[in-house]
Each structure stands twice: as structure tokens, then as C-alpha cells.
């Protein structure tokens, strides 16, 4: 058996194709096989990763005493504002988008994405809004200083007065990041409504690619209007026009809903990814099929629906009329149902479950656990009395934390894990990978959980230096801080020598059960020899029925008995 | 080779044949959904402009009483007819008369041209501009906005009549032209419900 599947990849690789797996310079090119731009989003997202994380790690520096000592406070301004706007527009989604990017069509048996250019053009826009952004460093008066929500009349302040300055720089950066993922949700539910493999019914898809195509319609209808609300904030920087400034008459809160009409969803996009790769990684490594698929897939389009109308829990504080406080309080309690039962599914498919605590598993179980506290801290602040107390406070920064780092990035980890095996043909270091969630676990806990004491004192988000009272819950969370910086290196160092020189992984290397699965590690150029016939459902665990019809590769042989059905006669 | 194997492989050659050939139905279906996505910018600045004009103490420019409706009316008139005749020119090109075609198409081109021409009149003649409080502002973000998108109509418009003239060009098919026209048609939606919001509610 061993035998085999060491073999197997060779006889694909014998087969010669532009872009052979071996071929590292394919992914410096504008390729149009998704699997490479796949990996290409998410190398690069990585590196902005480190960036962000570099930000953080000043900042954390500079709040270990009480006194801004570290860094200048508009030094420490601009870190924040860069440190945000880094960590979403160029970690957070891109790698998500990557991580679809390479597992859709191998998950719907197709052989691309439907619009393979449109897909490399949308990549090669991340670093060039990236370097963008970035750039604003270089630039007299330095990067903005509004925060990643921009929010005038702070953002409309140009102390310089130049046209090219760091508000102006990072507008056309975010409306660049903005195109490249229209461009790639137009992509993505094209390719998910079309291209499915015959046989695959919705009720066939596997739950991550429902929540990619829920996480897609959000960029569809929000992300539009907040390029209607950057487009207004951009001409009244560089123009003079008076659609947020009050004192020439505008409506600086009109900008708020603007901006958090996408960027509340915003939030989805990121996290229903994560919840897929959850509900993917789970069945796999407790060998039970999905508890309740069918509502947990669902659940995702509700949640896309219901998150169209949650945003102005943001602005509770902005003078905002008693009706309108009530109503998206109550969206805002409804929009944790969806999610509280996808919480239940995962729990019920580990339970009783044959559970092996691979490194996926542990990031998908550490991040579901803080997936569950930063759901319940999000309860708190979508009321509205605790919301008004708590609002602008550390309490907020240590909800989205947890939201964004405990569970997003965690479940981000579990997915690379889970996939990485299939993605390069070899697997990584178990040691290194359980250090790598040790140390994340933990440094994730002591950063992010002091935060919600210290908001409850009262200590105010965004400032360089604050009362002594609140010092010994900043010394603990800088530690913390540091902490996650120091648990990069063992992943990196995973990664990279996994990846030159790690044991050869076969094709399946879990028994999984997946399209996914049924083509070598990595897949050739189109996936698939044969396009797969779908005949049941995902999650087969158990169950002993057969996944597809024919043999979509083939050339391998290793898959379990029952992923394909038996000849008869 | 058994014979399960065989009847798959006849099936999956039938659909593969199917998706290749159904490449122009995966791009009108995404561009579909693109257009679907832009009419969120407009609605949003849609909405923007009503909670403006709702909202503002004081909605004119000291001196302005409110827009002339006349010229605009007539544009308008212009440009929702010439979502017509592009779907003439489209009809003739479904038939394959080329000359149809271009003749129709270059006509809606003109007549863009025309309502692009009575924008920029009526831009000129007007008493308030870009930085005349909220409603200037908004004033000319929507027309302008809308006018940019007209100015890409007649583009792409061209460089369908261009690519008319490539022998055997739309023999097999002609999305671009179903993009275009589209396009156009949404162009003229979004027009009108622009017109009844800026001139119509005064």
C-alpha cells in the first residue's frame, strides 16, 4: 500500500504539462491554474501577515508602560490604522480567498475557475494595492492616522497639503483591493452555480464551498457600497466636494453606514470560510459524517442574509434615534442563531467521534472554542446598554480578536494544515505543527482576554499611553503579543522545510472523503483525467457508499474501497 | 474496461463537450452578476442622495430655486429610445445581417453621443457647482457617475462595430455584443430611476 502511493504521483508527473508540480518559478508568472494562484494569494497574504503582525508587536512594545515612550503617538496612529487595514485587506481576505480559490473547483470536480484570466488578474492587484499601502510610508506626513474605518472628519484632515498623502494613498489602495474582489466574487459564484461536476446537487456540495458562496454574495452587495462611500470620502479629500465634511455642509455619520454596511458583513466574508474549513476538517479527523450538513450549509446563506442588515450595531453611539438602536439590536441577536447552530453541528460530529488530534484538529477544535467566546462577547456588545458603556473601549478590541484571531486565523492554520498535504504532495512536521498551536492557543489567550477586563475598567482603544491602573493587564497581553510573533517561526519553519524535503504524503493522506481526494497530491493541470460523476453526498464517513461513479484518475489506485463504485460485471 | 467504465466515459465526453461549449453561458452569467454588484454603487449613492435631500437644512445654493427639466427630458427620451434600437441592432445580428447591425448600433452611439452632449450643456449652464454644499455635490457625483458609465457604453459599443468588421467575427457567437447591449440597457435604468429622483422629486 505504502508502495503505491509513493508510486502513484509519479505516473501523473510522468505526463509532461506546463507547470509541473516540481516547477517553483510557475508561481512568479501570471498562471491561470487556480491551484497556483491559490498558492500564490496565500504566500503572499502570509508576508503581509508578518508585516501586520510586525505593527502589532510595536504597538504592543509601545503599551508595556504606561507612558507612550516606544514610538511618536502619530508614529503610533499610523501603526494602528496600518496594522488594521494590513491584516484584513491583505491577510485575512486574500488568504481566504486563496484557500477557495484552490479547493473549490477541486471540491466541485471542476477543472478551473470559470474565468481562469480574470482570476490571475485579481491576484496580481493584491501587491500592487499592498506595495501601495505600504507606500504610504515614504510620503511627507506618513501613512493615515483615521484608523481602517476612515472616518471623517478625522480621515478629510491633510495637515500636509499635498494631493498625494497617506488618507489619499490608502483610499486608492482599498478601492484597488476592492476591485480585485468583485472580480473574484463574480469568479466564484459563477464557477459554484455553473461548474459543479454532474451529479452534484447543492445538496452534494461539500459545506465549504456554501460557505464560500455565502461568504461571495456578501462582496456582491457590500462591497459596492462602501466603493460608493470611498469614492464620496476620495473627492471630498482631493476635490473639495461637501458629502461627509460638516463644516461644508455634509453628513459625516452618512459615511459610517456606508462604511459599515459592507464592512460589518465584512466580518462574514472573512469568518463563513473558516466555518467551512471547520466543517470540513472535523469530519475528517473524528471519522463521522457532518452532524445536520444540510443546516449547516444552509446556514450560510441565512447568515449572508441576515448580515445585510446587522451594521448600525456599530454605531449605537452616533447619535443614533431610539428605533433604529432596537431594531439592529434584535438583527443583531438573530444573526447569532446561524451561527450558534453551526457551533451545535460541530460539536454533535466530534462527539463520539474517533477523534485523532492532528494539528488541523487541534486549530479547528482551539479556534471553535474561541469562535464560541467571541460569539458571546458579540451578544454583549449587540445590546445596546452595554454597548454604550463598552463602546470605544478595550472591550471591543479584545471581542473582534478573538473573533478575527482566535477563530478566523486559527481556522486559517487548521485549513493549511488540513490541506497542505494535498497542495505540495507532502506533509508537514506533527511536532512542529502541535508546538505551532501550542504556542498560538496560548499567546492568543493571554493578548486578547486581558483586553475585555481592561475594557470593563474603561481604558480607551487607540491610544499610545494610559492610566497606571490599567498596566498590569498590558504587560500581560504584551506578552501575549510577542508570544504569537514567536509562534510564525515554527510554522514558517514547517512550511518551507515540509515543503523542500518532507515525507511524501500520497494522495489521501488522511482517508478522506472528498472530490478533493480523488486526484494526485498535488493535482495535475485540469484536476481531474475525467470529469468525476457525483453519485452521494459529502461526508460519507461510516456510511460505505460510494462518492463517484467513474474513476476520475485513472491512473491511482490507493483510494478506499468505497470512494468509487464497484464494477459489476 | 468494463462496460460501467465505458458508458461514464460517454457521458462525461458529452458533458465536457457541454462545458466548453457553454463558455459564453458561464460569461453572460457573471456578468449578469457583475452588473448585479454595480447597481449596488448606485443604489447606495441613491439612497445617500435621498438621506441628503431629507436630512439638509438648507438643500439649494443660495440663488437656486431648483433644475430646469426640460433639456434633461428630452435626454431622457433620447437615451431610453436608444435602448431600442441597440436591440434592433441586435436582432439584425442574430439574423447575421451585418450592414443592420452597423447601421443600428451606430445610431444608439449617436445617439449616447447626443445625451452625453446635452449633460455636458446642461453642466455648463448651471448656477451651482461640484462644491455648492450637499446638493451640488451630489448633483454631479450621480450625473457624472452615470455619464462615465455612458462614456463606456459608447466605447465598448465601438469596439463592437470595430470587431464587426473582422471577417467571421461573430460567427460563433457574440457575447460581447449581448455584454454590451446589456450594459446599455442597465445604463437606461439606472438613468431613469436617476431622472425621477433628481428632477422629478424637487
Known amino acids: 500500500m505504502a508502495n503505491i502511493s509513493i508510486e502513484a504521483p509519479e505516473v501523473v508527473r510522468g505526463q509532461p504539462y506546463p507547470g509541473a508540480p516540481d516547477n517553483w518559478k510557475r508561481f512568479f508568472t501570471f498562471s491561470t491554474d487556480h491551484k497556483v494562484i491559490g498558492i500564490q494569494y496565500i504566500v503572499t497574504s502570509f508576508f503581509f501577515f508578518l508585516i501586520g503582525g510586525l505593527f502589532a508587536m510595536i504597538m504592543r512594545g509601545e503599551l508595556i508602560t504606561p507612558e507612550a515612550d516606544l514610538v511618536d503617538r502619530t508614529v503610533y496612529n499610523a501603526l494602528f490604522t496600518?496594522?488594521?487595514?494590513?491584516?484584513?485587506?491583505?491577510?485575512?481576505?486574500?488568504?481566504?480567498?486563496?484557500?477557495?480559490?484552490?479547493?473549490?473547483?477541486?471540491m466541485i470536480g471542476a477543472r478551473d475557475m470559470a474565468f481562469p484570466r480574470l482570476n490571475a488578474v485579481s491576484f496580481w492587484m493584491i501587491p500592487v494595492a499592498g506595495i501601495l499601502m505600504m507606500s504610504s510610508f515614504l510620503v511627507p506626513g506618513g501613512p493615515s492616522q483615521s484608523g481602517w474605518w476612515a472616518y471623517p472628519p478625522v480621515s478629510l484632515q491633510n495637515p500636509t497639503g499635498n494631493l498625494i498623502n497617506g488618507q489619499v494613498l490608502w483610499i486608492l489602495s482599498v478601492a484597488i483591493s476592492g476591485v480585485s474582489s468583485i472580480m473574484g466574487a463574480v469568479n466564484f459564484v459563477t464557477t459554484i452555480f455553473r461548474m459543479r461536476a454532474p451529479g452534484m446537487t447543492w445538496f452534494r456540495t461539500p459545506a465549504f464551498v456554501w460557505a464560500v458562496l455565502g461568504a461571495q454574495l456578501i462582496q456582491l452587495y457590500g462591497l459596492p457600497a462602501l466603493t460608493g462611500g470611498a469614492i464620496m470620502l476620495l473627492l471630498d479629500l482631493t476635490i473639495g466636494t461637501s458629502f461627509f465634511a460638516p463644516e461644508r455642509g455634509g453628513n459625516p455619520v452618512l459615511y459610517q453606514h456606508f462604511f459599515w454596511f459592507y464592512s460589518h458583513p465584512a466580518v462574514y466574508v472573512m469568518v463563513l470560510p473558516v466555518f467551512g474549513i471547520f466543517s470540513e476538517v472535523l469530519p475528517v479527523h473524528a471519522r463521522k459524517p457532518l452532524f445536520g450538513y444540510r443546516v449547516i450549509a444552509a446556514s450560510s446563506l441565512v447568515i449572508t442574509v441576515i448580515s445585510s442588515a446587522v451594521w448600525v450595531?456599530?454605531?449605537?453611539?452616533?447619535?443614533?434615534?431610539?428605533?433604529?438602536?432596537?431594531?439592529?439590536?434584535?438583527?443583531?441577536?438573530?444573526?447569532?442563531?446561524?451561527?450558534?447552530?453551526?457551533?451545535?453541528?460541530?460539536?454533535?460530529?466530534?462527539?463520539?467521534?474517533?477523534?485523532?488530534?492532528?494539528?488541523?484538529?487541534?486549530?479547528?477544535?482551539?479556534?471553535?472554542?474561541?469562535?464560541?467566546?467571541?460569539?458571546?462577547?458579540?451578544?454583549?456588545?449587540?445590546?445596546?446598554?452595554?454597548?454604550?458603556?463598552?463602546?470605544?473601549?478595550?472591550?471591543?478590541?479584545?471581542?473582534?480578536?478573538?473573533?478575527?484571531?482566535?477563530?478566523?486565523?486559527?481556522g486559517i492554520y487548521a485549513g493549511i494544515y488540513h490541506w497542505f498535504p494535498k497542495m505540495t504532495g507532502r506533509m508537514y512536521y506533527e511536532g512542529l505543527g502541535k508546538l505551532h498551536f501550542a504556542l498560538t492557543?496560548?499567546?492568543?489567550?493571554?493578548?486578547?482576554?486581558?483586553?475585555?477586563?481592561?475594557?470593563?475598567?474603561?481604558?480607551?482603544?487607540?491610544?499610545?499611553?494610559?492610566?497606571?491602573?490599567?498596566?498590569?493587564?498590558?504587560?500581560?497581553?504584551?506578552?501575549?503579543?510577542?508570544?504569537?510573533?514567536?509562534?510564525?517561526?515554527?510554522?514558517?519553519?514547517?512550511?518551507?522545510?515540509?515543503?523542500?524535503?518532507?515525507?511524501?504524503?500520497?494522495?489521501?493522506?488522511?482517508?478522506?472523503?472528498?472530490?478533493?481526494?480523488?486526484?494526485?497530491?498535488?493535482?495535475?493541470?485540469?484536476?481531474?483525467?475525467?470529469?468525476?460523476?457525483?453519485?452521494?453526498?459529502?461526508?460519507?464517513?461510516?456510511?460505505?457508499?460510494?462518492?463517484?461513479?467513474?474513476?476520475?484518475?485513472?491512473?491511482?489506485?490507493?483510494?478506499?474501497?468505497?470512494?468509487t463504485q464497484k464494477p459489476t460485471s | 474496461?468494463?462496460?460501467?467504465?465505458?458508458?461514464?466515459?460517454?457521458?462525461?465526453?458529452?458533458?465536457?463537450?457541454?462545458?466548453?461549449?457553454?463558455?459564453?453561458?458561464?460569461?453572460?452569467?457573471?456578468?449578469?452578476?457583475?452588473?448585479?454588484?454595480?447597481?449596488?454603487?448606485?443604489?447606495?449613492?441613491?439612497?445617500?442622495?435621498?438621506?441628503?435631500?431629507?436630512?439638509?437644512?438648507?438643500?439649494?445654493?443660495?440663488?437656486?430655486?431648483?433644475?430646469?427639466t426640460r433639456e434633461p427630458l428630452i435626454n431622457t427620451i433620447v437615451l431610453v429610445s436608444s435602448s431600442f434600437v441597440i436591440y434592433v441592432a441586435e436582432r439584425y445580428l442574430h439574423d447575421k445581417k451585418l450592414w443592420g447591425f452597423r447601421i443600428f448600433l451606430l445610431a444608439t452611439m449617436l445617439m449616447g453621443a447626443y445625451f452625453l452632449f446635452g449633460q455636458a450643456v446642461e453642466w455648463r449652464g448651471l448656477p451651482f457647482n461640484y462644491q455648492s454644499g450637499a446638493f451640488g455635490s451630489t448633483f454631479f457625483l450621480l450625473t457624472g457617475f452615470h455619464g462615465l458609465h455612458v462614456l463606456t457604453g459608447i466605447v465598448l459599443q465601438t469596439l463592437m462595430l470595430g470587431r464587426s468588421f473582422i471577417p467571421g467575427n461573430y460567427d460563433n457567437g457574440f457575447f460581447g455584443v449581448e455584454a454590451t447591449s446589456l450594459f446599455w440597457h442597465f445604463v437606461d435604468v439606472i438613468w431613469i430611476v436617476l431622472y425621477i429622483l433628481i428632477y422629478v422629486w424637487q
Not at chain 1, 496594522?83 to 473547483?105: A, K, Q
Not at chain 1, 460539536?347 to 460569539?375: D, E, Q, Y
Not at chain 1, 517561526?489 to 482517508?511: D, H, Q, Y
Open chain 1, 82 to 106: 496600518m496594522h488594521g487595514s494590513v491584516m484584513l485587506f491583505f491577510w485575512t481576505f486574500p488568504v481566504l480567498v486563496g484557500l477557495g480559490n484552490y479547493l473549490v473547483p477541486l
Open chain 1, 313 to 410: 450595531h456599530h454605531m449605537f453611539a452616533s447619535a443614533t434615534p431610539g428605533w433604529m438602536r432596537m431594531f439592529f439590536m434584535v438583527t443583531t441577536m438573530l444573526v447569532a442563531i446561524p451561527s450558534g447552530i453551526k457551533v451545535f453541528g460541530w460539536v454533535a460530529t466530534v462527539w463520539g467521534g474517533k477523534i485523532r488530534f492532528t494539528t488541523p484538529m487541534l486549530f479547528a477544535l482551539g479556534g471553535i472554542s474561541n469562535w464560541l467566546f467571541a460569539g458571546i462577547t458579540g451578544i454583549f456588545l449587540g445590546s445596546v446598554p452595554i454597548d454604550l458603556h463598552v463602546h470605544n473601549t478595550y472591550f471591543v478590541v479584545g471581542h473582534f480578536h478573538y473573533v478575527l484571531y482566535g477563530a478566523i486565523v486559527m
Open chain 1, 441 to 563: 492557543y496560548i499567546g492568543t489567550a493571554l493578548i486578547f482576554l486581558p483586553m475585555h477586563p481592561l475594557g470593563l475598567m474603561g481604558m480607551p482603544r487607540r491610544v499610545a499611553s494610559y492610566d497606571p491602573e490599567f498596566a498590569y493587564w498590558n504587560v500581560v497581553a504584551s506578552i501575549g503579543g510577542f508570544l504569537l510573533g514567536l509562534s510564525t517561526l515554527p510554522f514558517i519553519l514547517n512550511m518551507v522545510s515540509a515543503w523542500i524535503r518532507g515525507e511524501k504524503a500520497g494522495n489521501n493522506p488522511w482517508r478522506a472523503y472528498g472530490l478533493e481526494w480523488l486526484t494526485s497530491s498535488p493535482p495535475s493541470v485540469e484536476n481531474y483525467e475525467a470529469t468525476p460523476v457525483v453519485v452521494s453526498g459529502p461526508y460519507g464517513y461510516g456510511k460505505n457508499e460510494p462518492l463517484v461513479a467513474n474513476t476520475p484518475n485513472p491512473g491511482l489506485t490507493e483510494f478506499p474501497e468505497s470512494f
Open chain 2, 1 to 68: 474496461m468494463t462496460a460501467e467504465r465505458a458508458i461514464s466515459q460517454a457521458i462525461e465526453a458529452d458533458i465536457r463537450e457541454h462545458q466548453e461549449h457553454d463558455e459564453a453561458g458561464n460569461s453572460k452569467f457573471g456578468f449578469i452578476v457583475f452588473l448585479l454588484s454595480e447597481s449596488v454603487i448606485f443604489l447606495s449613492f441613491f439612497v445617500g442622495y435621498a438621506i441628503f435631500k431629507t436630512t439638509t437644512p438648507t438643500w439649494y445654493p443660495p440663488g437656486v430655486a431648483g433644475l430646469e
